[in-house]
């Protein structure tokens, strides 16, 4: 009922930025939250941002001044500024979102995933 479409991965050298994008979709009452996780090759996937409907954010650590999550008016597309990119960041980055679906669907709670995008940064 709810679909995640992610775009703006790619390959890019160390120090440079990438926007990743996501639209989310379906039959949507209301967005929680929303946000990227990225989960790196033999690694759990981890949080990068989120950000709620109220416009709260929520950084990991190591996307904290480097990173910027924001969304349009919207609030069904989120938008992922990643600048000062290091090798440490090739990920495969995924798009989260939680919230309510609409009355057809009885107001149920949805947590949906995105397919994911890659992200690869070269030395």
């Known amino acids: 009922q709810v679909q995640l479409v992610e775009s703006g991965g790619g390959l890019v050298q160390a120090g440079m930025s990438l926007r990743l994008s996501c639209a989310a979709s379906?039959?949507?009452?209301?967005?929680?939250?929303i946000g990227w996780y990225r989960q790196a090759p033999g690694k759990q996937r981890e949080l990068v941002a989120t950000?709620?409907?109220?416009?709260?954010?929520n950084y990991a650590d190591s996307a904290k001044g480097r990173f910027t999550i924001s969304r349009d008016n919207a609030k069904t597309t989120v938008f992922l500024q990643m600048n000062n990119l290091s090798p440490e960041d090739t990920a495969v980055y995924f798009c989260?979102?939680?919230?309510?679906?609409?009355?057809?669907?009885?107001?149920?709670?949805?947590?949906?995933w995105g397919q994911g995008t890659q992200v690869t940064v070269s030395s």
């Open positions: 989260n979102a939680k919230g309510r679906l609409s009355l057809s669907h009885s107001l149920s709670p949805f947590d949906s």
């Open positions: 379906g039959s949507i009452l209301t967005i929680a939250t």
């Open positions: 950000i709620s409907n109220g416009g709260t954010t």
